[in-house]
């Protein structure tokens, strides 16, 4: 299931909200999780007797998922406890140098207000009604309409020419065993398993080689020679079965995302109902409206994978 970069970028709140692949729980991985609950408000340190609090911690975290995730968990409490550290000194230098007072930063301020309320308004009004429960009937739905298609299981023998390929043929022809061929003669990373390829579906595999293992009938058949970009194959059909739709845990990311958007896209909708948006540039304005419609096509026809 894949998300266009517009949506996405909608809902980059959850990249730190999301410590579970079912649940949503805390926005913030400022540190490893304590024994015992913390609160926001528990103060962390002081500044010139200015307080620092765990949601401050939180709040400097929700802008620096990147960095967190590339440190150890043990680190991160003190990498934000110092960012907010310099930013309230940095902040304090320039109240003192007048850019507070100046008419871009009020501009900055107002934007950075309705971003932390538009943070906060999705992660109270739609992140949280997606739970567990509503994930599990998500799942429910996805397993009773899910459609069983054909996979194979199949061996094969990798070899640079076509000679080789029949000369491996030949052997086979004559009794020699599959597995032990694979091993000595197959070029494929996979050769050390006897050039078992596992089970795989229509559409996962090169065509001509998919096409000559599926052409197999019966168990233990074996094909001729077939040629693919990466050389000549003899394969040999293991077993067929029907696909089964994935465990909950498999999907289960997937699922809570698709939940989260469409819960996302419904809400604005509704906001944006009788709201007036006016953009002068023509161009700009079809580009938008463009997007628009490739983000509802892209929301009507994403299906789990």
């Known amino acids: 299931m894949k998300f266009s970069p517009l949506r996405l970028a909608a809902a980059s709140v959850l990249a730190l909200m999301?410590?579970?692949?079912?649940?949503?729980?805390?926005a913030a991985p400022a540190a490893e999780a304590p024994a015992a609950e913390v609160s926001p408000d528990t103060v962390v340190a002081t500044v010139d007797g200015e307080t620092i609090t765990e949601a401050d911690l939180s709040f400097a975290a929700e802008g620096l998922g990147q960095q967190l995730q590339q440190m150890a968990p043990e680190d991160r409490k003190a990498f934000l406890l110092r960012v907010v550290i310099?930013?309230?000194v940095m902040?304090?230098?320039?109240?003192?140098a007048g850019i507070a007072d100046t008419p871009l930063f009020q501009q900055r301020l107002k934007f950075l207000e309705e971003q932390a309320l538009r943070r906060t308004y999705f992660n109270d009004l739609i992140t949280n009604t997606v739970t567990e429960a509503a994930v599990r009937a998500e799942y429910?739905?996805?397993v009773a309409d899910f459609v069983p298609a054909d996979e194979i299981r199949a061996s094969h023998i990798l070899v640079a020419t076509e000679e080789e390929a029949k000369a491996i043929k030949a052997e086979?022809?004559?009794?020699?065993?599959?597995?032990?061929l694979a091993k000595e003669k197959s070029i494929d990373p996979g050769a050390a398993n006897g050039g078992d390829l596992g089970f795989f579906g229509k559409g996962m595999m090169v065509a001509p080689f998919e096409a000559a293992a599926y052409a197999l009938t019966d168990i233990g058949q074996v094909s001729e020679p077939v040629q693919s970009q990466f050389?000549?194959?003899v394969i040999r059909l293991e077993e067929k079965r029907q696909s089964a739709a994935p465990a909950f845990e498999q999907v289960a990311g997937e699922l809570q995302q698709k939940l989260l958007m469409n819960t996302f896209d419904t809400t604005v909708a509704k906001l944006m109902e009788g709201v007036?948006?006016?953009?002068?540039?023509?161009?700009?304005?079809?580009?938008?409206?463009a997007q628009t419609a490739a983000e509802q096509a892209a929301a009507e026809t994403a299906p789990v994978q």
């Open 18 to 26: 999301l410590a579970s692949p079912v649940l949503a729980q805390d």
């Open 86 to 88: 310099d930013m309230k």
């Open 91 to 96: 902040a304090r230098a320039g109240r003192a």
């Open 140 to 142: 429910d739905k996805f």
């Open 172 to 180: 086979l022809d004559g009794g020699a065993d599959f597995a032990t």
């Open 231 to 233: 050389g000549w194959h």
């Open 276 to 289: 007036a948006i006016d953009i002068p540039d023509a161009t700009l304005k079809a580009a938008v409206d």
